[in-house]
């Protein structure tokens, strides 16, 4: 079993679960709407000066639908290079 988390930002929030759906994958998650932080990409705080915020999706899963997330985040960070999207996984 898998823990798998995207982080990214909320901009890309569709094409991220458009992609999944087209993997077949992460069809259960939970998913938290607002994140604040300062990453790679820079601050997300979600106010007048920073005003983008990130999301995050928590997936639990087998190793094939691990690699399937994979593909579809892949496939998302390819025609959006710079929006800090990540993904984490453990087993």
Sequence with gaps: ?????????????????????????????????????????GPRMGDAVWPEENFALIIWCEDEEAQAIKRAIASVKEKFPGEGIKLFGLN
Excluded: D, W
């Design 1 to 41: 079993m898998n823990r798998v988390e995207i982080i990214a930002n909320r901009s890309v929030e569709e094409n991220i679960l458009e992609a999944l759906a087209k993997e077949e994958a992460g069809k259960h998650y939970s998913k938290i709407p607002n994140l604040y932080g300062v990453g790679a990409c």
